[in-house]
């Protein structure tokens, strides 16, 4: 169950980690940010990102095998990777309707599959 605990929370901290990052660039796209000093969007980021670091942490303590867990570290680096690189997509296809995804994107994506995939072969 690690392993299921570790995805899931992996996958909710990508989620805030791609709102802090990228997400003050919609609030700035609406207007709703363009007067803010920039350390005002630091620190708007920064209160996001402490929900990705509450998710994040447990996610590499449940699934790092020297604390129980299912995975080695390059394993949990690289399934981070992968996550973090689908929900980005996700996330950029909805909040930046005009980013599409190209077929080296898909080609890139599909090698961060094999990349996960190699990274588990014994």
Do not use: D
């Amino acid at each position: 169950m690690n392993g299921l605990y570790t995805i899931i929370l992996l996958i909710l901290s990508n989620v805030f980690m791609t709102l802090a990052w990228y997400g003050h660039l919609k609030l700035s796209e609406t207007g709703v940010s363009n007067n803010w000093p920039l350390l005002g969007v630091i620190l708007f980021s920064w209160m996001i990102a402490f929900f990705e670091y509450c998710c994040q942490v447990p996610a590499n303590r449940l699934g790092f095998e020297g604390n129980g867990g299912p995975f080695t570290l390059v394993q949990l680096k690289v399934i981070q990777e992968c996550i973090s690189l689908g929900v980005f997509a996700v996330i950029a296809n909805i909040m930046f309707q005009g980013q599409n995804l190209h077929w080296n994107h898909i080609l890139a994506f599909f090698l961060i599959i094999c990349a996960v995939y190699l990274v588990f072969m014994k």
